[in-house]
């Protein structure tokens, strides 16, 4: 996990735009800024929400789509039960009863990477649900990843200690290049 780190770092703070579009080196490298700014004011390691984002949507390949085709910027997943800003609908698979079924909902559409990690980082500071996890890693309570699998909020919160257990499951799919290690 170190070696694998040490590369996310080094690939995180590349210009974008040596990196090859819809690759998961572009993706980090765009959205690592945005990642630093909400790890640091909700106090985990800045990795844990690239990967969160990285399974969320695939790389940045899965993203959602607007209705006139353009990304949603959706990085975490978020639904907008309650939201009352813009919308993107679209099919999502749901486990019910432990049931894997697909279904059509809205989720939170944002004007750029940075409204999505702002709003995230607000519903986590904000969300009742979310309180018991923050304060723990606030407090460096070191505890298992908290699994927060509800309808209408991300599917998980990574605390800080581990960190390199959720970037190396996102890293499983796929190995990151350095800036100068492209063709």
């Known amino acids: 996990p170190d070696a694998a780190c040490d590369e996310v770092e080094q690939v995180a ?8 579009r819809n690759t998961p080196e572009r993706f980090v490298a765009e959205i690592w800024g945005h990642a630093q ?5 909700l106090g985990v ?3 844990a ?15 959602i ?12 997943g978020i639904k907008a039960t309650g939201w009352k800003g813009e919308r993107a609908r ?15 909902a809205d989720f939170r559409a944002y004007a750029s990477p940075a409204e999505s990690f702002a709003d995230y980082v607000r519903l986590l500071k904000t969300n009742p649900r979310y309180q018991q996890a923050l304060a723990a ?3 460096g309570v070191r505890a298992e990843p908290v699994g927060l699998v509800v309808e ?9 200690g581990q960190v390199d257990k959720a970037f190396e499951k996102a890293l499983q799919t796929v190995e990151l290049q350095p800036a100068g290690g492209l063709a």
Not at 65 to 76: C, D, W
């Open 49 to 63: 929400l690239v990967a969160q984002a990285a399974l969320e949507t695939g790389w940045g390949k899965r993203q």
């Open 90 to 104: 679209t099919a999502t698979h749901e486990y019910v009863d432990g049931v894997k079924r697909t279904e059509t």
């Open 152 to 160: 209408d909020v991300p599917t998980a919160v990574v605390l800080e």
């Open 65 to 76: 789509k607007t209705g006139e085709g353009g990304s949603a910027h959706n990085l975490f």
């Open 13 to 20: 703070s590349a210009d974008p735009t040596k990196y090859a």
């Open 137 to 139: 890693v606030v407090a």
């Open 45 to 47: 390691d800045p990795r």
């Open 37 to 41: 700014k909400a790890a640091k004011e």
